[in-house]
């Protein structure tokens, strides 16, 4: 099946510094992909939508200066959690949509678990 | 609005007991789409199964099965002689529509804890 890879998949960084997550479809063209968020023991909220070559949809509550979202291929989008704080401690998951796939399915890649001290 | 509620929180079985996990949604669309994912500790989530609206037979895969009936809403998931292996955190989510840029709406989790 299809595959999606996230990177770095740890980081731990000191509080105001910023940090890039990677977003990678392996073997197909993803023309959207989503950005989630976990806190422990919490179910994925939907932070923004990415559409390649287009600004990201962000969902209410949402801050998009302080999650940077590009989409600059159909391949790749990333998430720059700028002047990171302890808060913003938390696990980040993508998901990739396959347009080609007769279902549209997305498909999840493993997360990255960020700690900001 | 969309709405997937998971009563259960955490469910505690022994090994080869059978458990079911509930799953109930909220819609308005005629047209939507129903998935299970499952959270092992890793995180990465992994699919298990889709069923679009207007399908409602159930389906059995191995030791799992699924119940959707639309007449509750709800779509529930099945584990047949449980393995310690299963242990993770199960999601239910809901998509509108036909179109995959539709956004997942995930139920908050149930988490399976499977004892030798």
């Known amino acids: 099946g299809a595959v999606v890879s996230q990177h770095p998949s740890w980081v731990i960084c000191k509080s105001g510094t910023s940090v890039k997550i990677e977003c990678r479809s392996l073997?197909?063209?993803?023309?959207?992909m989503f950005w989630y968020r976990q806190f422990p023991k919490q179910s994925l909220m939907l932070m923004a939508t990415?559409?390649?070559?287009?600004?990201?949809?962000?969902e209410q509550g949402v801050e998009k200066d302080k999650f940077l979202i590009n989409h600059a291929s159909l391949t790749l989008s990333t998430l720059t959690v700028t002047s990171a704080h302890p808060e913003d401690s938390s696990f980040y998951i993508c998901?990739?949509?396959?347009?080609?796939?007769?279902?549209?399915?997305?498909?999840f890649g493993p997360g990255t678990r960020l700690l900001v001290l | 609005a969309q709405k997937v509620t998971q009563a259960q929180t955490e469910i505690s079985v022994v090994e080869k007991e059978d458990v079911t996990l509930d799953c109930v949604y909220e819609t308005r669309d005629t047209t939507y789409y129903l998935f299970w994912y499952k959270q092992p500790p890793s995180g990465e989530l992994v699919f298990l199964i889709r069923r679009n609206s207007f399908d409602e037979q159930n389906e059995i895969s191995g030791r799992y099965s699924w119940n959707f009936q639309k007449s509750t809403s709800s779509f529930n998931f099945t584990i047949t002689a449980s393995q310690v292996v299963d242990s993770a955190v199960y999601f239910c989510?809901?998509?509108?529509?036909?179109?995959?840029?539709?956004?997942?709406?995930f139920g908050g989790g149930t988490r399976l804890m499977v004892k030798p």
């Open positions: 073997d197909f063209q993803a023309t959207t």
């Open positions: 989510a809901l998509r509108k529509g036909n179109n995959a840029g539709n956004m997942l709406t």
């Open positions: 998901s990739a949509r396959d347009g080609a796939s007769p279902w549209e399915t997305q498909y």
């Open positions: 990415s559409n390649e070559g287009s600004k990201a949809t962000y």
